[in-house]
């Protein structure tokens, strides 16, 4: 698999830098929902980031794409 390492990526959540270390796979389906919905992907990532509760971003970011994929709407 081309995309089975993480890659570290450069976030803004509420105006503060941050990085999130996820693999290709899950960050450009994390893109594409962003894209889909007319959102940036700092905008949809501090939305999550607000829902997260004790788990890491980068978990809950996977867990988005996943769940999202998963759903039949």
């Not at 959102?39 to 829902?51: P, Q, S, V």
């Amino acid at each position: 698999m081309d995309h089975a390492r993480p890659v570290k990526r450069s976030l803004t959540l509420r105006g503060h830098r941050t990085s999130v270390s996820l693999e290709d796979i899950f960050w450009k389906k994390f893109r594409d929902y962003a894209e889909i919905d007319g959102r940036t992907i700092n905008g949809l990532a501090a939305e999550i980031d607000a829902k997260r509760g004790d788990i890491g971003l980068a978990s809950a970011l996977r867990i988005y794409v996943l769940e999202r994929a998963l759903r039949k709407d």
